[in-house]
């Protein structure tokens, strides 16, 4: 399979039915793979959220360090549309890092093994932090919390964050209020405004933007004050137009 991300940003994938055979069903790669429209929901989630904060602070990401690499869908947009000095990626999958390590991004990048509840707690300062885990909402955000207070302390431009549950924010809406401080999320922008919310009185950092497809990406940034958040929603149609894919 090839795909090509807003035009111009080329991924190809080791399909063949050996490696299809190989991989384990749980695997973001199979999963990538077998789930092209829910790939390219994804993609254009991260599209939204890199073209803001290129719209905001283009100068000021220079440096970036990505602690879940996927299938280099978020890395290959961030490697266009900033082309960062630095720019380290870590995954543990293996087909993740070979998938990673064979497409044509800039020799700037570093793939690196790396368990991310180490390489977030261990990381050094850069301008942005991509944080695209495989499972998170409001309830497990307790359980990264000293990764999350390491990263916002370092005081980036920006940290991207995502919410993998957000499509059942209608079935846990006090479960998952309680955990942001609130009685109870009604609606997307209850849920998007107690995120943001929780992340400016811990860290000092707002949701500027939001972009939903089944998860939602996040775009934290630094603010003296709150602001509404922009809610994006991904339309099919402009999915299939951002990620455009070949068998
Ligand atoms: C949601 S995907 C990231 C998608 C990526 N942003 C992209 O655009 O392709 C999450 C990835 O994290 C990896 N992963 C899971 N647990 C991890 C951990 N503890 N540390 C590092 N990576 C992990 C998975 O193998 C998966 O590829």
Not at 56 to 85: D, N
Not at 148 to 174: M, Q, V
Request: net charge negative.
């Amino acid at each position: 399979m090839k795909a090509v991300i807003d035009g111009t940003i080329n991924l190809d994938f080791d399909d063949s039915a050996g490696a299809m055979g190989r991989l384990d069903k749980t695997s973001f790669m199979y999963w990538a793979l077998n789930k092209p429209a829910y790939a390219q929901g994804h993609a254009t989630r991260q599209l939204h959220i890199f073209n803001t904060l290129k719209y905001l602070y283009v100068k000021q990401v220079k440096t970036v360090e990505e602690f879940f690499g996927g299938v280099g869908m978020g890395t290959g947009i961030v490697q266009k549309l900033f082309q960062p000095e630095s720019h380290v990626v870590y995954e543990v999958a293996e087909e993740c890092l070979s998938h990673l390590r064979n497409q044509p991004f800039s020799d700037a990048l570093d793939v690196r093994y790396g368990l991310a509840e180490d390489t977030m707690l261990n990381a050094p300062y850069a301008d942005l932090y991509i944080v695209d885990m495989p499972s998170l909402n409001p309830m497990k955000l307790a359980g990264w919390m000293p990764q999350l207070d390491h990263l916002f302390g370092l005081g980036p431009t920006a940290i991207y964050l995502n919410d993998t549950s957000f499509w059942t924010r209608r079935f846990h809406k006090e479960r998952f209020g309680k955990a942001l401080n609130k009685p109870s999320l009604e609606n997307t922008r209850d849920y998007v405004m107690a995120y943001s919310e929780y992340m400016f009185d811990r860290y000092g950092y707002i949701v500027w933007t939001c972009s939903i497809h089944i998860g939602a990406s996040f775009l934290y940034v630094k603010s003296d004050k709150m602001y509404e958040p922009e809610i994006k929603s991904v339309k099919r149609d402009e999915a299939k137009m951002v990620m455009q894919i070949w068998s």
